[in-house]
């Protein structure tokens, strides 16, 4: 399984991203338990900014209160992708941002995987 992340760039304060991330390479039984996103700024530690569970009760979804009211985090399962919908953008929210799933294959059992870090960058 590999999760692909995207949407990363330069923006100014008060500006808009979308970030995307695709998981691929899961075979045809499968199934996406959880997906969302984590930041690291230089010097600090890795940090949840959103999180989306998808569990029998229903769907829960977690932010960070840093980012509550500015992220939306969001799925399409029929395209195996989650989204991360970022508004408001403050110089703080600076960081590599990275996407996290946890998927179920027939092959794996569940298991955690991260994609690579899609750098967002907020000037001032």
């Known amino acids: 399984v590999q999760l692909q992340a995207s949407g990363g760039g330069l923006v100014q304060a008060g500006g808009s991203l979308r970030l995307s991330c695709v998981a691929s390479?899961?075979?045809?039984?499968?199934?996406?338990?959880?997906m969302g996103w984590y930041r690291q700024a230089p010097g600090d530690q890795r940090e949840l900014v959103a999180v989306?569970?998808?569990?029998?009760?229903?769907?829960?979804?977690n932010y960070a209160d840093s980012v509550k009211g500015r992220f939306t985090i969001s799925r399409d399962n029929a395209k195996n992708a989650g989204y991360l919908q970022m508004n408001s953008l403050e110089p703080e929210d600076t960081a590599e941002y990275y996407c996290n799933a946890n998927i179920w294959t027939s092959g794996t059992g569940s298991r955690g995987y991260w994609g690579q870090g899609t750098l967002v960058t907020v000037s001032s």
């Open positions: 989306h569970v998808t569990a029998a009760s229903g769907d829960r979804i």
């Open positions: 390479g899961t075979g045809s039984f499968f199934r996406i338990n959880s």
